[in-house]
């Protein structure tokens, strides 16, 4: 990578779907899963005794699931709220500029897949670092430096600021 100014440098707004939809997808897949231990076992103890001990165990595991699962579901909801709370937060204070890209970095992921970045300026003050995640903005990667490029920042903290290109799909919401 090449030098960059000595300047402080903030990560780009990225919205983080992955987590609450995997999130929700758990709780999804959990849900039978609960109802399948549950119910499983039951019948093949003969003593009301070792009865009672396996209905125990299984109602204390199918209760932990449980909370798990509402949890999960607790986490993909947060998530969504999050999101909507930023979408509107771009929508109603987005200033859109131009900003030169400064620098670039492939990170070597080792068994899965590299991580790209572009640092872009567009105020002498800081210099902002973008994760590439999609094939779109992986585009970016291979502009020169130099190139001029469309963001998108929040009106109140210039630090906070994403790729922005209305014709490439952006922004990720």
């Given at each position: 990578m090449q030098s960059l100014p000595n300047l402080p440098i903030y990560d780009a707004y990225q919205t983080n779907k992955d987590s609450s939809l995997i999130a929700l997808i758990v709780a999804?897949?959990?849900?039978p899963i609960i109802l399948g231990i549950s119910a499983s076992g039951l019948g093949t103890y003969q003593?009301?005794?070792?009865?009672?001990?396996?209905?125990?165990?299984?109602?204390?595991?199918?209760?932990?699931?449980?909370l798990l699962s509402a949890?999960?579901?607790?986490?993909?909801?947060?998530?969504?709220?999050?999101?909507?709370?930023e979408k509107q937060l771009f929508t109603s204070k987005a200033v859109f500029t131009k900003a030169k890209i400064v620098g670039r970095v492939c990170e070597d992921g080792g068994e899965y897949a590299d991580s790209f970045y572009v640092y872009y300026q567009f105020r002498?003050?800081?210099?902002?670092?973008?994760?590439?995640?999609?094939?779109?903005?992986?585009?970016?990667?291979?502009?020169?430096?130099?190139?001029?490029?469309?963001?998108?920042?929040?009106?109140?903290?210039?630090?906070?600021?994403?790729?922005?290109s209305n014709r490439s799909g952006f922004p990720r919401f």
């Open positions: 999804a897949v959990m849900t003593t009301a005794e070792s009865k009672w001990i396996v209905v125990l165990v299984y109602s204390i595991f199918t209760g932990f699931l449980v949890g999960l579901f607790r986490v993909y909801l947060r998530n969504k709220a999050k999101i909507q709370a002498a003050d800081f210099i902002v670092k973008a994760e590439l995640v999609n094939k779109k903005e992986k585009s970016y990667y291979d502009l020169p430096i130099g190139s001029s490029i469309d963001i998108e920042y929040i009106s109140d903290n210039p630090t906070q600021s994403r790729l922005y």
